[in-house]
């Protein structure tokens, strides 16, 4: 009877270290696979924003060209004037 008690103990802990081995590996593959899938989300905001950065500066630029071209032919359409 002692036998038998002590074999069961015995397998009720092993069950239970396997089963929470097992759950612990589940956290972990999990937490991975979402820490990946934030890192992706994390690196295509990046990415965006980066895009929108260049594309703002290039309208900036833009405008900034357009305003000294206007003043250039003011300045010409100034002198053909006075003369």
Known sequence: MKKIKKLNCEKIIYIFT???????LVFFINNYKKT??????????????YLKQVISKKKEQDFIEEEQEKKIIEKKQKCTEVR
């Open 36 to 49: 990946v899938i934030l890192e992706k989300e994390r690196i295509r905001i990046n990415r965006e924003i």
């Open 18 to 24: 396997l089963i929470s081995f097992i759950l612990f």
